[in-house]
Nanobody, 125 residues
Framework: QVQAVESGGGLVQAGGSLRLSCTVS????????IGWFRQAPGKEREGVAC????????TYADFVEGRFAISKHNANNTVYLQMNNLKPEDTAMYYC??????????????????WGQGTQVTVSS
């Protein structure tokens, strides 16, 4: 069974940084694209960033505005999301999951059974 596990969230002040980690079990990690998604209270889940299976093609949602960086490390089966200059509107539960596509299509929320519990990011003003 494919299962994603996220970690690294927390409470930070506006302008601060966090690094989220994602591991996925139950598949050959090196062969899959991975996406990061987030969901704020009362809002729909949305794509944040995605990366291709080889870790060389990164795609970001427009609201990222150069503040985040996604990276994929197949040697340790981990995808990171480095988030800098965080804003209060970044407050959300963050999830990672394998996605079928990379590029902008990879930012579409997939219909997946591999969603994990997520990791909470809270940014105070």
């Amino acid at each position: 069974q494919v299962q994603a596990v996220e970690s690294g969230g927390g409470l930070v002040q506006a302008g601060g940084s966090l690094r989220l980690s994602c591991t996925v079990s139950g598949l050959v990690f090196a062969n899959v694209n991975i996406g990061w998604f987030r969901q704020a209270p009362g809002k729909e889940r949305e794509g944040v960033a995605c990366i291709d299976w080889g870790g060389s093609i990164e795609t970001y949602a427009d609201f990222v505005e150069g503040r985040f960086a996604i990276s994929k490390h197949n040697a340790n089966n981990t995808v990171y999301l480095q988030m800098n200059n965080l804003k209060p509107e970044d407050t959300a539960m963050y999830y990672c999951v394998p996605v079928a596509f990379f590029g902008t299509r990879g930012l579409r929320v997939p219909d997946s059974n591999a969603w994990g519990q997520g990791t909470q990011v809270t940014v105070s003003s």
